[in-house]
C-alpha cells in the first residue's frame, strides 16, 4: 500500500470523538457542566456529558445530504467542570470561567447538566454584550425568591441586568407554562416564539429571524438548546418534554442555522437525563445534534 491510499474503512471509520483532543488553537472548545442540584423534577442530567461524549464514537465526520465533510475540524476537549453536590449558587463562578476561559475560541460547547447552567454561560460570553436565544418549552421565568434551580435561569439574567430585548424565546409550549411567566416575558420585552410558531413557519425560519433580530442589538449570542423542546415522542429522556413539541427534524436543521450564525458564540444542551433513555435514543439524539451544530460551524 502506497503513502497516498487510503486507510481502510473496513473495521471503523474518522468519527465526531476523533476531532476532540487537547488542540490549542481549535477554533471550537467542549465544556462537560454535570450540574444536576436544584432540578424541579428530581433526574440525573448530571450524566448527560459523560453519556454525549461516549456515543460520539458511532457518528461519521460526513453529512451525506449535503458534502460537508468535518475531517478537518478539530475541537478543544476542554473536561468537566467539577461540579458534584454543587447547588447553582455555588456553581455558577466555575462554569463562568470555564466558558469565559475559552473565550478566545470562535464557539464554546457547553455540555450540561440541567437548564442551571445557562445563566453562567451567558456571563461567561460577557453579559453586558451579549443575547439570549432559547429554544426550550418552557419560560424559565419562575420567580428567584426560594432560590436558583433550573425553572429561573432567564428570570435570574433579568434580574442580573440582561435587557429583555436582547432575549428570544422559541418553542414554548401550551399548557406548560403560567400565565405569570407569560406576563413576565411581555412586560420584559423578551420576544416569544410559540411551538404552534414553529410548526406553522418552520423553526429553521423563526430561528433564523430571531437570530437577526438579536445580531442587530448585541455583540455575541448564547443559545440555550434546552432539549425538551423537542417532541415526546421523540425526545423522552427530559421529565420536562411534552406531546406536540417541535419535531426532532426541525431542531437538527435550526440548530445546523445556529451553529452557522457568526454572532453566535457559545451554547449549550440542558435538560438531557440519560437515567430516562429507552435504548439508546437521547444519547443519539444528543449526538446528532452535536454534528449539526459543528456542520453549521462549518460553514461559517
Known amino acids: 500500500m502506497t503513502q497516498d491510499t487510503p486507510k481502510s474503512d473496513a473495521l471503523s471509520w474518522t468519527s465526531i470523538a476523533d476531532l476532540l483532543g487537547n488542540h490549542v488553537d481549535a477554533p471550537v472548545a467542549l465544556i462537560g457542566a454535570p450540574l444536576g442540584e436544584r432540578s424541579l423534577t428530581p433526574g440525573r442530567c448530571d450524566l448527560a456529558p459523560k453519556a454525549l461524549r461516549a456515543v460520539l464514537p458511532r457518528f461519521s465526520v460526513y453529512d451525506v445530504e449535503t458534502g460537508i465533510d468535518l475531517s478537518d475540524l478539530r475541537i478543544h476537549e476542554a473536561g468537566d467542570v467539577p461540579l458534584k453536590a454543587l447547588s447553582p449558587v455555588d456553581g455558577f463562578g ?17 455540555l450540561g447538566g440541567n437548564n442551571a447552567v445557562t445563566r453562567p454561560g451567558v456571563h461567561g460570553v460577557g453579559l453586558a454584550r451579549a443575547g439570549l ?11 428567584t425568591d426560594q432560590g436558583l434551580t433550573n425553572g429561573n435561569p432567564v428570570q435570574a439574567l433579568l434580574e442580573d441586568g440582561l435587557d429583555g430585548a436582547r432575549i428570544s424565546q422559541i418553542g414554548l409550549a401550551p399548557f406548560a407554562n403560567t400565565r405569570r411567566a407569560h406576563d413576565k416575558a411581555r412586560a420584559a420585552g423578551i420576544s416569544v416564539r410559540t411551538a404552534r410558531e414553529c410548526r406553522e413557519q418552520g423553526t429553521a425560519v423563526v430561528v433564523a429571524q430571531e437570530l437577526a433580530r438579536l445580531a442587530a442589538l448585541v455583540e455575541v449570542i448564547f443559545v440555550d438548546f434546552d432539549i425538551d423542546v423537542i417532541d415526546r415522542s421523540q425526545w423522552p429522556t427530559s421529565p420536562g418534554a411534552r406531546p406536540g413539541g417541535i419535531s426532532v427534524h426541525d431542531f437538527f436543521d435550526a440548530t445546523r442555522v445556529i451553529g452557522a450564525h457568526p454572532k453566535v458564540k457559545a451554547v449549550d444542551l440542558t435538560e438531557y ?11 443519539l439524539t444528543a449526538g446528532r445534534w452535536l454534528c449539526e451544530l459543528l456542520a453549521g460551524f462549518a460553514s461559517r
Open 133 to 143: 436565544l432559547t429554544l426550550d418549552a418552557h419560560f424559565d421565568l419562575r420567580d
Open 273 to 283: 437525563d440519560p437515567s430516562l433513555e429507552i435504548g439508546d435514543l437521547g444519547a
Open 94 to 110: 466555575p462554569v463562568r470561567d470555564a466558558v469565559a476561559g475559552q473565550a478566545h475560541r470562535a464557539l464554546t460547547i457547553l
